[in-house]
């Protein structure tokens, strides 16, 4: 059975930092990437990073470049989001899922397993 399980959002000041968690498991991460779509009120879904477990190959939403960081854990079914700089825009939830491991280099499409949600508000 296929799980994902976000940790890690919460209330955080402009040009703050927040690290979120997703734990995978119930697949063989091998085959897959792993990423993090948020979602604001009254917008679609958006990819904002993955990374291929395969390779470790990484895909950034040109929003977040230079300030978010995907990283996997020692365990590899463990991926972190590193937010930094965080602006109001940023306020979404964040979900963690399931997502192409080719072509990160072009986009992340995501493959449809999707974790609870983690709230992130950034205040100005």
């Known amino acids: 059975q296929v799980q994902l399980v976000e940790s890690g959002g919460g209330l955080v000041q402009s040009g703050g930092s927040l690290r979120l968690s997703c734990a995978a498991s119930?697949?063989?991460?091998?085959?897959?990437?792993i990423g993090w779509f948020r979602q604001a009120p009254g917008k679609e879904r958006e990819a904002v990073s993955c990374?291929?477990?395969?390779?470790?190959?990484?895909y950034y939403g040109d929003s977040v470049k230079g300030r978010f960081t995907i990283s996997r854990g020692n365990a590899k079914n463990t991926v972190y989001l590193h937010m930094n700089s965080l602006k109001p825009e940023d306020t979404a939830v964040y979900y963690c899922?399931?997502?192409?491991?080719?072509?990160?280099?072009?986009?992340?499409?995501?493959?449809?397993?999707w974790g609870q949600g983690t709230l992130v508000t950034v205040s100005s």
């Open positions: 990374i291929s477990s395969r390779d470790g190959s990484t």
């Open positions: 899922g399931t997502a192409d491991p080719y072509g990160l280099e072009w986009g992340c499409n995501a493959l449809g397993a």
């Open positions: 119930g697949f063989t991460l091998d085959y897959y990437a």
